[in-house]
């Protein structure tokens, strides 16, 4: 008799105090049992790294509990089913799933989904036309509420999020302006998503760069960001303008970023609004149906940076936090 | 023939370069003019001090222009119509209007309306009747949005705002917490306004005592103070909590103060929204009317600091800015 089949996994196996580093993941491997009755696996081709992850490894107060140690660290995944004594999904089956970072992820199927990819890549149902999609959806239709000719700014424009959120802002009528970390990444954003404008965050002149680009002031702000980005957005907010909190990434990897100048909320009357998309599961059928119309149409673009081979996504995830890949960071497993 | 009847006029002279002072007002003697056709003229009997006004005495973008210098400083008035050539009005009649820190008002009648002071006292319509009134009951209501059990905070808990919005929250199911300086008004908060408890911010525990005060933390918040009491109410809001941001008189007198943990926004999925009462004209019946039904039956309770005399508004007002006055600050003027 053969050996059993392996599974490698990473673990969380301490919490960061101040940035996170690679020691605080471990590689393992893992033995596969045989299922169960009931249960499917599947041989995951790619995982999502995201920056709500650096979140879930500290203990700190937060929408959703903290990351077990010395278990395998959360995500989502998309993959192929491989064996299955479910009924509901057959060997060959494409899923989307929240394995985690893991080659082979073992469960009973619950918030499984099956998902067509004769228009739509697999790979896309971690990016635009999965979780970082409706993100965008849900924060700019349902806080920013943006209207025809409205001016739309977007931190980490470049990013699975932030593209996204652009895109869609250009297909409602708006003028938007992009902020992202370099001047490639900038030109990627002007040229190739559309947006009317793209600034780099790095070339230090944010405020002013933001006042030239943005000659009628921001009335809705997707901020990804937060920290200094923020501080430079807020003063060129209309009156009324609206502000969804969908992350702040700079403030993730250590101290947490005093707001500057919070009494802008008040004398331009802004509603600035903190959101999670999953708290909002009823609308994903919405979002994911136009979300993958219009990448199957080529009106959403997107752009991926992979890493090959689950070894490196410690490494990969770090990156992400310092802003190194350009659009959504995935990691190859197979 | 005798000398032309004088009136006395508070203009704003200088701007503040950090502290106002009284040396950015000036009190004048002006002759009263005979009256034009359409014209009336009220002798106010009281000037409303509002925390807003601070605003207007500086020229940095606001949700309104800056006061002009060398003119009547703005502010809420009562009086009673002693002259009139205008058809809506009739000398006896008791009216509300701005004609701000001047002992008569001379207009035609635009933004003036007259009350009635059967069940209600005069003064009240620039309190509780008034525009803090309206103020109080659209930051709870539509902002806050309460449902019975909740519970909700507010600053400046004694004053002409946050007492109101104290007893409506009250009055709508919620467990109360207010924040005042000082124990005399705490105690005012508790034992005659009815709130379930008040914190002294004054006594430098507040983060401790609001933990005590809130042990199932807060829904909704109404801040006037901002600074370092919304510093130590954030971390201490529900998911989905509910901020109604009316003022931040903290920092209205000098350098702006930050905010320092802005990310609880985001993990808590707060909602901050500004706003300013006179944007929303439309809900001033709705709310005058409940507001006014409250003080006639005396459920809502309010209280008064009157300084007499014109000569006395601006040492009033520079008292009202370091929290001196006690519930609404007025001027009588006669």
């Not at 919490?15 to 020691?23: I, K, V």
């Not at 969804?244 to 947490?256: E, V």
């Not at 998309?277 to 009823?282: F, I, K, N, T």
Request: charged letters at 20%; proline letters at 5%; aromatic letters at 8%.
């Amino acid at each position: 008799m053969a050996d059993a089949q392996k599974n490698r996994q990473v673990l969380l196996v301490s919490r960061p105090e101040g940035e996170a580093s690679t020691d605080n993941f471990r590689l393992v491997e893992t033995p596969l049992l045989p299922l169960r009755e009931g249960e499917l696996r599947v041989r995951n081709h790619y995982l999502s790294l995201d920056p709500y992850m650096r979140g879930r490894m500290s203990d700190a107060k937060s929408y959703a509990a903290p990351q077990a140690l010395n278990e395998v660290m959360i995500g989502g995944t998309v993959g192929e089913v491989v064996e299955s004594r479910n009924p509901k999904f057959k060997v060959g089956d494409n899923v989307v799933g929240m394995y985690g970072w893991q080659e082979y992820g073992t469960s009973d199927g619950t918030g499984l989904y099956a998902v067509d990819t004769t228009h739509v890549p697999l790979s896309a149902y971690l990016g635009p036309v999965g979780m970082p999609g409706v993100t965008a959806w849900y924060g700019l239709n349902r806080i920013i509420e943006p209207k025809a000719g409205d001016t739309v700014a977007v931190s980490a424009a470049s990013g699975a999020v932030g593209s996204v959120v652009g895109q869609l802002a250009k297909a409602a009528g708006c003028r938007v302006i992009g902020i992202a970390g370099g001047a490639e990444k900038c030109r990627y954003v002007v040229e190739t998503l559309g947006f009317d404008a793209c600034i780099d965050y790095k070339a230090g002149h944010l405020y002013d760069e933001l006042k030239a680009a943005a000659p009628d002031d921001i009335d809705g702000y997707f901020e990804n960001v937060g920290g200094e980005v923020l501080d430079a957005v807020l003063p060129r907010m209309n009156a009324h303008g609206r502000i969804a909190l969908c992350g702040m990434i700079s403030g993730y990897d250590g101290k947490p970023l005093p707001l500057q100048a919070p009494r802008i909320l008040l004398t331009q009357r802004l509603k600035l609004q903190g959101f999670i998309v999953s708290e909002h599961m009823e609308l994903w059928p919405q979002a994911l149906k136009e979300l993958g119309e219009r990448v199957a149409t080529k009106k959403l673009i997107y752009r991926e940076t992979i890493a090959q081979g689950l070894e490196n996504a410690p490494e990969a995830f770090l990156g992400l936090l310092r802003g190194k890949n350009f659009g959504k960071q995935l990691v190859k497993l197979i």
